[in-house]
């Protein structure tokens, strides 16, 4: 069983800056891509960033482009995202993912099998 444990969210000002945290039982990240999905109240999980296995293709939502980095560390089997700039919609928990089969790169909520219990971030005005 793969666990996933996100830490790093909390409460900012706007322009302000989180590193988020997800890490992962031994093993369970290599070859596999990770991803950051989010969740504000009353909207549906939307998808963040992704990173491959090897970490050497990223992708983003275009909302965050340009303000977040996704990040790996696969010999401490843990993900990262940093997030700058945040803005009030960026209010959200936070989640880590785990893709369900070795080596893909998609993006849909559906492709990911593990889930971590979220984190929240909230982002003030």
């Known amino acids: 069983q793969v666990q996933l444990v996100e830490s790093g969210g909390g409460e900012v000002q706007a322009g302000g800056s989180l590193r988020l945290t997800c890490a992962a039982s031994?093993?369970?990240?290599?070859?596999?891509?990770m991803a950051w999905f989010r969740q504000a109240p009353g909207k549906e999980r939307e998808f963040v960033a992704a990173i491959t296995g090897s970490g050497g293709s990223t992708n983003y939502a275009d909302s965050v482009k340009g303000r977040f980095t996704i990040s790996r560390d696969n010999a401490k089997n843990t993900v990262s995202l940093q997030m700058n700039s945040l803005k009030p919609e960026d209010t959200a928990i936070y989640y880590c993912a785990r893709h369900s089969r070795a080596r893909s790169y998609t993006f849909r909520i559906t492709d990911y099998e593990y889930w971590g219990q979220g984190t929240q971030v909230t982002v003030s005005s």
């Open positions: 031994a093993r369970a990240l290599t070859f596999y891509t």
